[in-house]
């Protein structure tokens, strides 16, 4: 759907971005061979409209603290491994939401690719039927979460604030991952789809049984930050609304999403904070005048295109990330006081919800996709996660409903 004058339209899925290098490998894959050949837990899968990466096994893995250091730290290694002709220069994995926690981060034993992304033909499988679900925080608490950032908002302590509530899910049987992919896959063409293995680690209520991987699974619709030849893109989601199945009313839904104060205000506040945190990054960086509209299969988002050009070639995807992470698309703003009414009012650690999935290579080549439409799948136990955008003007039950559509994504490929 077009927008009104003085916006640049979102073309979702470009410029291209070159897949990590796989040395003297001739031999091309399909998508299709590459989940095939998929080890969940093992085995690190990308797909999005560029390609997909099957990463497998663990020549080292680089769980490292998200800190300020952790982007030239990684960058070092890569750079003596491809010096040293060993092994891939890539690391494939996650980064948590939390500034401090551990980072996934694994250097593959090999590294297949196909060209274009994974595209599952034939009859959808389901990952495992779903016998138990438990909300954390209820409903009414989440509701009641968001009266308080409203307060917050009214006393001037926040201009924004993300709330997230947790979603624990129980099937009859381990999560068959790669179905689950699949039915990502199936559901959102443009989508990020991802199956990662996260850090060892005890495991949450309601997250499996020790000894059992964890496996981070979803189909983002945003792209937090990709590069490519020095060549910067990224693209913020803010501002959302439920689609619905009746086309008209669907239709009417993304007009009033576009024209939407607190929409765009919210929308407004993610883009002037995303172009502070690029901008000492970049020699250049192009904003378009207003957001456009994005469709996902089950909510309509703003989008803005942000394009840039690094100013110094040492630049690494993985600095970029973290130059813009958390951005106030899932944390708010600002960014520290945000944080602060986050740990107060989530009652479940995020873990690596709303941090960033993604790939970065020896020459900072990467693309890193914002964790969201993601769940952490270990045996018969997956944690799902959605968060909404609190702004003045913002409504609880709406807030709640937002919510509730953004995970339906993933319960609908659970079979839920």
Do not use: N
């Not at 049984?209 to 930050?225: D, F, N, Y």
């Not at 600002?334 to 009414?341: F, L, V, Y």
């Amino acid at each position: 759907m077009a927008a009104g004058g003085g916006t640049t339209r979102v073309q979702r899925g470009t410029p291209p971005v070159a897949l990590p290098r796989t040395g003297e490998r001739t031999a091309v894959d399909s998508p299709a061979s590459l989940l095939a050949a998929l080890r969940p837990g093992r085995d690190a899968l990308w797909s999005s409209p560029r390609g997909t990466v099957l990463a497998q096994g663990a020549a080292e893995r680089l769980d490292l603290p998200w800190t300020a250091d952790l982007p030239g730290a990684v960058a070092d290694r890569l750079r003596a491994v491809a010096a040293g002709g060993r092994g891939e220069p890539v690391v494939v994995g996650a980064l948590p939401f939390r500034i401090g926690d551990t980072a996934s981060l694994v250097r593959p034993e090999a590294l297949r690719r196909a060209p274009g992304r994974l595209s599952p033909s034939g009859p959808a499988r389901a990952a495992q039927a779903v016998v138990h679900e438990q909300p954390a925080p209820s409903e009414d608490a989440y509701r009641d979460a968001v009266r308080s950032a409203l307060d917050l908002l009214a006393a001037g302590a926040l201009e924004k604030v993300v709330l997230a509530r947790a979603l624990d899910l129980r099937t009859e049987g381990p999560v068959d991952v790669r179905a689950l992919v699949a039915a990502l896959a199936r559901h959102d063409e443009e989508a990020r789809v991802f199956a990662v293995p996260l850090a060892p680690g005890a495991p949450a209520r309601g997250d499996g049984a020790p000894g059992e991987p964890r496996v981070l699974v979803g189909a983002s619709p945003e792209l937090l930050v990709s590069l490519t030849a020095g060549r910067v893109l990224a693209t913020p989601l803010a501002g959302s609304t439920a689609r619905s199945s009746d086309p008209v009313e669907d239709a009417a839904r993304a007009r009033a999403l576009l024209a939407s104060d607190k929409d765009r205000r919210e929308h407004a506040l993610v883009v002037e904070a995303m172009v502070r945190s690029l901008g000492p990054w970049c020699s250049e960086l192009a904003v378009p005048d207003g957001p456009e509209l994005v469709a996902t299969p089950t909510v309509w988002h703003l989008a803005t295109r942000l394009e840039g050009r690094t100013a110094d070639p040492s630049t690494t995807s993985l600095h970029l990330a973290g130059a813009l992470h958390p951005t106030p698309a899932v944390g708010g703003t600002p960014s520290g006081a945000a944080r602060s009414a986050i740990e107060r009012l989530e009652p479940v650690p995020r873990g690596y919800y709303a941090g960033a999935v993604g790939w970065c290579d020896a020459a900072g080549d990467g693309e890193w996709a914002v964790t969201i439409r993601s769940g952490v799948v270990r045996g018969s136990a997956v944690r799902l996660h959605a968060g909404a955008g609190i702004v003045r003007g913002s409504d609880p039950d709406a807030e709640l409903a937002e919510t509730t559509a953004k995970l339906a994504l993933l319960r609908s490929a659970l079979g839920a």
